[in-house]
Antibody, heavy 118, light 110 residues
Framework: QVQLVESGGGVVQPGRSLRLSCAAS????????MYWVRQAPGKGLEWVAI????????YYADSVKGRFTISRDNSRNTLFLQMNSLRVEDTAVYYC???????????WGQGTLVTVSS | QSALTQPPSASGSPGQSVTISCTGT?????????VSWYQQHPGRAPKLMIY???KRPSGVPDRFSGSKSGNTASLTVSGLQAEDEADYYC??????????FGGGTTVTVL
């Protein structure tokens, strides 16, 4: 069955960097666009980034543009999110997701918590 | 891009229906049929309930239905059951490879 397993979260100081990973299994990873969505504690969902199936196209929410980079390794069925210049407001659970159709996320990981605090 | 507008809460008794609205603009909900709805129980990842305005993924009960009129999308849960008590989020494609979510609605089964 489809599984998405995020890792790499933790506590980091403002201005520092963190790299999240998402290991995918149970589907043809290289055939799907992949996404990151985050949820601040007690708050709603926020789309973060999308990467095309071949990794050539990448788009970001304005709130992370220029600081975050989404990438993928189709040979390892793994999605990444490199987060630089982290801010307190980036504190959230980060989910990786795949889509059923464009922009509709039918599979989610369990999430990984990123806490940005001094 | 601003978040879509949802009521903070909604409620109904078991067996009744509840409808949640999701209001956007002519640049997102009004312009695209890429409206989705997600259910999220506390401490769990969201679950896709409706996509492309009114389509149900496999395994989602037909008690859940979606619609859209103008800039407002709606999710209706008929025959409310205790397990429907959760947070619900709408989302819409907003053009220029951008997605916007609603603020979420907490549904309480009385």
């Amino acid at each position: 069955q489809v599984q998405l397993v995020e890792s790499g979260g933790g506590v980091v100081q403002p201005g520092r960097s963190l790299r999240l990973s998402c290991a995918a299994s149970g589907f043809t990873f290289s055939s799907y666009a992949m996404y990151w969505v985050r949820q601040a504690p007690g708050k709603g969902l926020e789309w973060v980034a999308i990467i095309s199936s071949d990794g050539r196209s990448k788009y970001y929410a304005d709130s992370v543009k220029g600081r975050f980079t989404i990438s993928r390794d189709n040979s390892r069925n793994t999605l990444f999110l490199q987060m630089n210049s982290l801010r307190v407001e980036d504190t959230a659970v980060y989910y990786c997701t795949k889509d059923l159709t464009a922009w509709a996320f039918d599979r989610w990981g369990q999430g990984t918590l990123v806490t940005v605090s001094s | 891009q601003s978040a879509l507008t949802q009521p903070p809460s909604a409620s109904g008794s078991p067996g009744q229906s509840v409808t949640i609205s999701c209001t956007g603009t002519s640049s997102d909900v009004g312009d695209y049929n890429y409206v989705s709805w997600y259910q999220q129980h506390p401490g769990r990842a969201p679950k896709l309930m409706i996509y492309e305005v009114s389509k149900r993924p496999s395994g989602v009960p037909d008690r859940f239905s979606g619609s859209k009129s103008g800039n407002t999308a709606s999710l209706t849960v008929s025959g409310l059951q205790a397990e429907d008590e959760a947070d619900y989020y709408c989302s819409s494609y907003g053009g220029s490879d951008n997605l916007v979510f609603g603020g979420g609605t907490t549904v309480t089964v009385l």
